[in-house]
């Protein structure tokens, strides 16, 4: 077994299966040991987890309160030629 510490990754996604608050404190007591900041940084990181809710879990047209899907334009998907000979040249001195 290693004798590194876990990363506060590691600790985070275990501490996230763990439903109770309670539980969860126990666990990180176990888990982080004595070190105070692998510690902090695992309950930052919870508490950020806890703040962003669900909002990656929506499409980003629900979350920004648009009525519907986005669509693009037809428009937009066709190419572009550029018929510039200042784009041709290689860039550099």
């Given at each position: 077994?290693?004798?590194?510490?876990?990363?506060?990754e590691?600790?985070?996604?275990?501490?996230?299966?763990?439903?109770?608050?309670?539980?969860?404190?126990?666990?990180?007591?176990?888990?982080?040991?004595?070190d105070?900041?692998?510690?902090q940084?695992v309950?930052?990181?919870?508490?950020?987890?806890?703040?962003?809710?669900?909002?990656?879990?929506?499409?980003?047209?629900?979350g920004?309160?648009?009525a519907?899907?986005v669509?693009?334009?037809?428009?937009?998907?066709?190419?572009?030629?550029?018929n510039?000979?200042e784009?041709?040249?290689?860039?550099?001195?």
């Amino acid at each position: 077994m290693s004798d590194q510490p876990p990363s506060p990754e590691t600790l985070l996604a275990a501490a996230l299966e763990i439903s109770g608050a309670a539980e969860r404190r126990a666990y990180l007591d176990r888990a982080c040991g004595g070190d105070v900041a692998l510690r902090q940084e695992v309950e930052s990181l919870l508490a950020a987890n806890s703040a962003a809710g669900d909002f990656l879990l929506r499409p980003a047209a629900v979350g920004a309160g648009a009525a519907g899907p986005v669509t693009v334009p037809p428009v937009a998907l066709r190419p572009t030629v550029v018929n510039n000979p200042e784009l041709a040249r290689p860039a550099g001195p």
